[in-house]
């Protein structure tokens, strides 16, 4: 073999003195630089695995959140509507006994007219009777007197 290297004008010692200096390079390398890049390498690599489980997890948060204020808003939409129901039906039911009230007080007030009315006519007939017994008493009297 040496021949071989002879023919070539290889330096044996040389070529393994290289040899073996690459291998230290070599492992330098790896040591001090390999090794801490593919570190870094899988730590961002951990870290962009770790945002993306985050924005998942925030996208999927924010699905429930708008789900939920969608959920809220139509029931208090609903309870809205059922508490202006009852607020018209409770409205209506008063508008109705105001209402009765009302026609109840008018006919209580027409019946009191009605009879103060007819007590004003009892009494004003009552008083012409006596009034026009007045006048036929007078009358009488005055006929007496003028025959006697």
């Given at each position: 073999m040496s021949e071989l290297f002879a023919a070539f004008g290889i330096n044996w010692k040389l070529l393994l003195t290289q040899a073996l200096n690459f291998?230290?390079?070599l492992a330098a390398l790896w040591y001090f630089l390999y090794r801490p890049v593919l570190k870094m390498i899988d730590d961002r690599?951990?870290?962009?695995?770790?945002?993306?489980?985050k924005a998942e997890a925030a996208e999927r948060q924010l699905a429930d959140a708008k789900?939920?204020?969608?959920?809220?808003?139509?029931?208090a939409s609903r309870e809205a509507e059922g508490l202006v129901a009852a607020a018209r039906t409770r409205?209506?039911?008063?508008?109705?006994?105001?209402v009765k009230g009302a026609e109840g007080q008018?006919?209580?007030?027409l019946k009191d007219a009605a009879a103060r009315a007819e007590e004003a006519k009892r009494?004003?007939?009552?008083?012409s009777q006596k009034e026009i017994a007045r006048a036929a008493m007078l009358a009488a009297e005055k006929i007496l007197r003028e025959k006697a």
């Open positions: 291998g230290v390079l690599r951990a870290k962009i695995a770790e945002g993306v489980q789900a939920e204020g969608d959920s809220l808003i139509g029931s409205a209506e039911g008063r508008a109705d006994e105001i008018a006919a209580s007030i009494a004003a007939l009552q008083e």
